[in-house]
């Protein structure tokens, strides 16, 4: 632990644990101490730690090809692209693979920009789409936008849940409006399904392209492989969606799933990465895909999250439990920081959020009953 803060930017707050394998929902230090982690390494965890089919995918494409460049034809690539595509909502035809969830943001505002002919972005009070130029720009969360200074211009900021504050900005210099479906950072904030629904009227009405970001939320974390197309959401799909975190199961790699009319814009050279679509994170992505389906993790989620609200109804100061699925802000009556502090004294890990009140729990999707009620019994 010493080494890592003499020889590292202090940029994280870490907790106090020094991880060398995990297995599932635990994870280990090297004295042999095991956590339950309700966090996922920041909701990346999705497959949970080192799950068997993952981790032997990348240790055969790992012998096979680390790398080759989008140059080339892969069918490591090819797999991947296919599977995710299968996956998504049938108008999202595309992908465009890169590397983390800045830059996927990053590719879906330009790929609106190309396609509409437009520049101002619309993005919400409470969303977070990480840190890079024009991502940071588009967060209207705390003091990011002051951490990005100087700000891409072009970028407005609407109120979550408010219709009417989007339809006052959307006028026809907007190229996309971009949001967190259910706004993590924030405190785990969704809106009514109506919410979207007008959402995707009007950027049908003015030739706006909508965008998810589901960095969070993709992947099977709410129960259903995407929050796009969810009864919650009002069956809306969006236009783009952007994905990372889980889709490699920590590989890092990130991707924009597109409609045909946004891909018909979009020519050679108009985007790119060097890494984007290796080899060694598309076989990730495909055995994570895979090891979703075949443990039938979207049916875990959403039987074990019902029985998580359940039982937190019996924990007397949780005033509510927000969110869908394995994204899901605890409410408390007091400060939820001193929650998280106590819980990590009984070695488990949850998350905290702007909200002084909520606690975020982005477990990985094969959490079970059993330590829910390890949770319940601290809490
Ligand atoms: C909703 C959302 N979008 C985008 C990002 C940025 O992703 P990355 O850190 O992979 O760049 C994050 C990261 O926390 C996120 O939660």
Same mark, same amino acid.
């Given at each position: 632990?010493?080494?890592?803060?003499?020889?590292?930017?202090?940029?994280?707050?870490?907790?106090?644990?020094?991880?060398?394998?995990?297995?599932?929902?635990?994870?280990?230090?090297?004295?042999?101490?095991?956590?339950?982690?309700?966090?996922?390494?920041?909701?990346?965890?999705?497959?949970?730690?080192?799950?068997?089919?993952?981790?032997?995918?990348?240790?055969?494409?790992?012998?096979?090809?680390?790398?080759?460049?989008?140059?080339?034809?892969?069918?490591? $690539?090819?797999?991947? =692209?296919?599977?995710?595509?299968?996956?998504? !909502?049938?108008?999202? #035809?595309?992908?465009? &693979?890169?590397?983390? *969830?800045?830059?996927?943001?990053?590719?879906?505002?330009? /790929?609106?920009?190309?396609?509409?002919? +437009?520049?101002?972005?619309?993005? &919400?009070?409470?969303? &977070?789409?990480?840190?890079?130029?024009?991502?940071?720009?588009?967060?209207?969360?705390?003091?990011?936008?002051?951490? *990005?200074?100087?700000?891409? !211009?072009?970028?407005?900021?609407?109120?979550? *849940?408010?219709?009417?504050?989007?339809?006052?900005?959307?006028?026809? #210099?907007? =190229?996309?409006? /971009? %949001?967190?479906?259910?706004?993590?950072?924030?405190?785990?904030?969704?809106?009514? !399904?109506?919410?979207?629904?007008?959402?995707?009227? %009007?950027?049908?009405? +003015?030739?706006?392209?909508?965008?998810?970001?589901?960095?969070?939320?993709?992947?099977?974390? #709410?129960?259903?492989?995407? &929050?796009?197309?969810?009864?919650?959401?009002?069956?809306?799909? !969006?236009?783009?969606?952007?994905?990372?975190?889980?889709?490699?199961?920590?590989?890092?790699?990130?991707?924009?799933?597109?409609?045909?009319?946004?891909?018909?814009?979009?020519?050679?050279?108009?985007?790119?990465?060097?890494?984007?679509?290796?080899?060694?994170?598309?076989?990730?992505?495909?055995?994570?895909?895979?090891?979703?389906?075949?443990? $039938?993790?979207?049916?875990?989620?959403?039987?074990?999250?019902?029985?998580?609200?359940?039982?937190?109804?019996?924990?007397?100061?949780?005033?509510?439990?927000?969110?869908?699925?394995?994204?899901?802000?605890?409410?408390?009556?007091?400060?939820?920081?001193?929650?998280?502090?106590?819980?990590?004294? +009984?070695?488990?890990?949850?998350?905290?959020?702007?909200?002084?009140?909520?606690?975020? %729990?982005?477990?990985? %999707?094969?959490?079970?009953?059993?330590?829910?009620?390890?949770?319940?019994?601290?809490?």
């Amino acid at each position: 632990m010493t080494n890592e803060d003499q020889f590292q930017l202090a940029t994280y707050k870490k907790m106090p644990i020094a991880v060398e394998h995990g297995t599932g929902v635990w994870i280990y230090t090297s004295d042999g101490e095991s956590w339950l982690d309700l966090y996922g390494g920041h909701a990346v965890a999705g497959t949970g730690h080192c799950h068997p089919h993952v981790v032997e995918a990348i240790r055969k494409q790992a012998g096979e090809l680390l790398f080759y460049s989008n140059l080339v034809y892969s069918s490591a $690539r090819a797999r991947a =692209a296919e599977k995710l595509v299968s996956i998504a !909502p049938k108008a999202l #035809t595309k992908t465009f &693979f890169c590397n983390s *969830g800045t830059e996927a943001n990053e590719n879906a505002m330009r /790929m609106a920009r190309m396609s509409s002919g +437009r520049e101002k972005i619309i993005t &919400f009070s409470g969303g &977070f789409h990480g840190r890079t130029a024009d991502a940071i720009s588009a967060t209207f969360l705390g003091k990011y936008r002051e951490i *990005g200074k100087p700000n891409v !211009p072009g970028h407005v900021e609407a109120e979550f *849940g408010n219709i009417e504050s989007v339809r006052a900005l959307a006028d026809n #210099t907007v =190229a996309a409006i /971009m %949001l967190e479906p259910i706004q993590s950072m924030a405190g785990v904030r969704m809106a009514g !399904p109506d919410f979207y629904r007008s959402l995707r009227a %009007l950027c049908d009405e +003015r030739g706006i392209v909508l965008i998810y970001d589901e960095v969070q939320t993709g992947i099977g974390r #709410t129960g259903q492989w995407f &929050f796009a197309g969810s009864d919650a959401g009002g069956s809306v799909v !969006p236009d783009v969606i952007t994905l990372a975190k889980s889709l490699g199961s920590g590989v890092p790699v990130g991707a924009c799933l597109v409609t045909d009319a946004i891909a018909s814009h979009i020519k050679e050279n108009d985007l790119g990465t060097t890494f984007g679509g290796g080899m060694l994170a598309m076989a990730a992505v495909t055995a994570t895909l895979e090891a979703i389906e075949e443990d $039938r993790m979207l049916e875990n989620v959403r039987r074990v999250e019902a029985y998580l609200r359940a039982r937190s109804r019996e924990v007397e100061h949780v005033q509510a439990v927000h969110g869908l699925g394995f994204l899901l802000g605890v409410e408390f009556k007091e400060n939820a920081a001193a929650i998280h502090k106590r819980l990590l004294d +009984r070695k488990i890990i949850t998350g905290t959020s702007s909200n002084p009140k909520v606690l975020r %729990l982005l477990p990985p %999707l094969c959490l079970e009953e059993s330590h829910v009620d390890m949770l319940m019994a601290a809490l």
